[in-house]
């Protein structure tokens, strides 16, 4: 049987050149490196300078995944930007990035799920995909998440990164079977109770004011875990799978403690999580398109591996995405 499948046939992605290293921020707030790489695994992240915003770090992980995908702007149905940073409140940053790569059809909108939004920016460019509504899809995730710190409080701001990653995805023929390449399925999950774990305490009908993130970090810890790994195991079981059969999982960059927590649960060697968090820190939305780049570029992701993307992030969102590369 024929089917239509979301394949994936170029990647980018971008880190702002400014590096913000631990010991800085130990200058800053009352921390150090060894609390941060110890409670974290982080021991830098790139930052936006005055004047750099999201479209620009979007824009440049864009143009880089369609040189990948040698595709020109022109041949672009849908753009998708995940991100809760956009330089402004409105319009969005895709048709932000829509009009600077040159794109004069088609459509562009963000999809806004935190840390989880580049898998739900996935699950839609899929949808549309399937159901035939776009083509060719650049899907980007992007943040300045270095705007939304309380530079002030350390536990969160030793926390975040800035930075962006893109993939351009094109529909493809696929058999129906698991030696497709392309996208499986998507599974997305929320839970709107749990909201005051992980916040930002402003907005434009709120406060008129964009507002800090805020976090109760041990409990988001909690239910990361927890939340990530039966998001990997319903979607390795939706389309009849082993989890010892996936070859990579890329995870979202929060803390390496969930990535080792989650890959421990699952009886998967941890060498098998890809891990940027070292470098980047949590670039939310931005951070599986970042780590999948690192890996395709460093040639451990090749052409018919299996990859599971999975993510956790306020809300609180979730969810995973199993796909052949
Ligand atoms: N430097 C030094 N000490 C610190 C720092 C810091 N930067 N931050 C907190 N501490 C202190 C605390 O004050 C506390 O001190 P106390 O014992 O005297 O009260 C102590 O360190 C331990 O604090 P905990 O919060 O218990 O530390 P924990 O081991 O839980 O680590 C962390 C905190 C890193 C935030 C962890 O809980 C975590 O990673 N949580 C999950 C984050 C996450 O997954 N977020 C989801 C995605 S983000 C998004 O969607 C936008």
Known sequence: MTVIRSQIIGCGAYL???????????????????????????????????????????????????????VTAQEIDLVIV?????????????????SRIGMTRGAAFDVQAVCSGFIYGLAVADSFIRTKQAETILLVG??????????????????FGDGAGALVIRAGEGGGDLSDRGVFNTKLYSDGRLHDLLYVDGGPS???????????GKEVFKHAVINIAESIEASASASGIAI?????????QANQRILDATARRLKV???????????????????????????VRDGRIKRGDLI???????????G??????
């Open 142 to 159: 992007a943040e300045t998440m270095s705007r939304l710190m309380d530079w002030t409080d350390r536990t969160t701001c030793v926390l």
């Open 206 to 216: 709120t406060t008129g004011m964009t507002g800090h993130l805020r976090m109760l």
């Open 244 to 252: 010892s059969d996936i070859d990579w999982f890329v995870p979202h």
């Open 16 to 70: 702002p050149e400014r590096i913000l290293t631990n010991d800085e921020l130990a200058r800053m707030v009352d921390t150090s490196d060894e609390w941060i790489a110890a409670r974290t695994g982080i021991r830098r992240r790139h930052i936006v300078v005055d004047g750099e915003t999201t479209a620009d770090l979007a824009l440049r992980a864009a143009t880089r995944a369609l040189a990948d995908a040698r």
């Open 82 to 98: 995940a991100t809760t940073t956009p330089n402004e409140t409105f319009p969005s940053v895709a048709t932000a990035v829509q």
């Open 320 to 325: 995973a995405a199993l796909l052949r590369w």
């Open 269 to 295: 060697a941890p060498q098998r999580f890809i891990s940027t968090i070292e470098d980047h820190g949590n670039t939310s939305a931005a951070s599986v398109p970042l780590a999948l780049d690192v890996a």
């Open 308 to 318: 599971l993307l999975e993510a956790m992030g306020g809300g609180l969102t979730w």
